[in-house]
């Protein structure tokens, strides 16, 4: 079976995928897109046109969350709660990440103030449902390591560009959030899961945009 990951280097759904495939030491190829400017062939195999998609063999798999638990369940599955309760939280929860996904791009992309707060605010308060809702680590589920991690790690990398300098996270305010994103971001395969460039492809990203988060990074 060959497994061949389409990317796009700054996508933090493909980014989840990678971590899952890098923790469990599965091979896999992986092909970089521009989203700007997709090649033909990928507007033919993925449905939604966006990434990730995961080619098993001949087959087409989309959306990160589904990929991710078939990479675990290929493998063992071990990064899925047995329990069909719990199983189903993890996977609320993984969706809540998606979600915050969502608004701390339309926060680092807002061209304003008034925009960049409202999404901030947001953010900040679904951080704080995220601390009321981790125990005492150090995983999202306690000692096991799970796909909720591998979910969440996306949105803590993009959070700590620019040396944390435009960080939502306040270690004050969410010191288990805080240090959970420092326990992840510390392990191999969430760091080799980015591109040596990320942070200046993300940074420039920002700045083409026109993001008025920038403005922090000069004072």
């Keep these: 079976m060959s497994l061949h990951l389409i990317s796009f280097k700054t996508c933090p759904f493909v980014q989840r995928a990678v971590i899952t495939l890098k923790h469990k030491n599965i091979d896999f190829d992986i092909t970089y897109i521009d989203l700007a ?3 033909d062939w990928f507007l033919e195999l993925s449905p939604l046109q966006k990434v990730p998609v995961l080619k098993v063999d001949d087959e087409v798999l989309f959306e990160s969350a589904v990929i991710n638990e078939y990479l675990d369940e290929i493998t063992g599955g071990e990064l899925q709660p047995r329990d069909p309760l719990a199983r189903a939280k993890n996977r609320a929860w993984v969706e809540f990440a998606s979600n915050m996904l969502g608004n701390l791009y339309m926060m ?3 061209k304003d103030e008034e925009h960049y707060l409202r ?3 947001r953010l900040e308060d679904l951080l704080q449902r995220v601390e009321k809702r981790l125990g005492d680590g150090p995983w999202f589920n306690g000692d096991e390591f799970s796909l909720a991690d591998t979910a969440f790690a996306p949105l803590f990398q993009q959070d700590s560009v ?3 300098r435009l960080s ?3 270690a ?3 010191p288990k959030v805080a240090a959970w994103a420092q326990r992840l971001l510390a392990l191999p395969e969430v760091r080799d ?3 040596d460039e990320f942070e200046d492809l993300y940074i420039a990203a920002l700045q083409k945009n026109g993001s008025y ?3 922090q990074l000069a004072t």
Aim: charged content about 20%; overall charge positive; hydrophobic content about 35%.
């Design 162 to 164: 620019a040396q944390g």
């Design 108 to 110: 680092k992309m807002s």
């Design 119 to 121: 999404y901030r605010g």
């Design 193 to 195: 899961s980015v591109v």
């Design 168 to 170: 939502v996270i306040d």
């Design 213 to 215: 988060n920038l403005l």
């Design 172 to 174: 004050t305010r969410t």
């Design 37 to 39: 400017d997709p090649p």
